[in-house]
């Protein structure tokens, strides 16, 4: 008798390891944790069914494919509850601590602004007029009075 593959048997270790790899390499501050999420449980799902499958005739499919979609399963779970609990974390984190992101970086834009403001303020200070002048290639109409040197009695 021929095995036949369970009908999830690659599809439900891709979504694993996608899954996975979302969450830990590419899941950058939080907002891919939902498409993560929706993998982990698409996979736990199509590999609930493809055992129940399996459990009804384990004859007509073989245990390496059983094997593979146990071990997507197990991937699948893992991913979905880590997912889980980030997604509650961050949920928690901005309703209930009334974190205003908006706001906090308009504040650090602000806050930058004024010090390049500043910033520039004390260069324009610094540099006289005669710079200036150099630039546009006109005769410099400051006038520089050089204390004379004190003489020791």
């Given at each position: 008798m021929q095995h036949h593959r369970l009908p999830a048997d690659p599809l439900v270790l891709i979504l694993g390891v996608t899954s996975l790899f979302i969450l830990f390499f590419v899941c950058c501050c939080g907002f891919l944790i939902p498409f993560s999420l929706g993998l982990a449980i698409v996979g736990w799902v199509l590999a609930g069914k493809s055992l129940?499958?399996?459990?009804?005739?384990?004859?007509?499919?073989?245990?390496?494919?059983?094997?593979?979609?146990?071990?997507?399963?197990?991937?699948?779970?893992?991913?979905?509850?880590?997912?889980?609990?980030?997604?509650?974390?961050?949920?928690?984190?901005?309703?209930?601590?009334?974190?205003?992101?908006?706001?906090?970086?308009?504040?650090?834009?602000?806050?930058?602004?004024?010090?390049?403001?500043?910033?520039?303020?004390?260069?324009?200070?610094v540099h006289d007029s005669v710079y200036d002048d150099a630039l546009f290639k006109r005769p410099s109409t400051d006038t520089v009075a050089i204390p004379a040197p004190k003489t020791r009695p």
């Open positions: 129940r499958l399996y459990d009804v005739d384990p004859q007509q499919y073989s245990e390496g494919s059983r094997s593979i979609v146990s071990i997507g399963k197990i991937l699948c779970m893992i991913s979905a509850i880590i997912n889980g609990i980030l997604a509650l974390l961050i949920t928690v984190f901005f309703l209930f601590l009334d974190y205003d992101i908006i706001e906090k970086f308009s504040n650090q834009n602000l806050l930058q602004q004024t010090k390049q403001i500043t910033t520039r303020a004390k260069d324009s200070v």
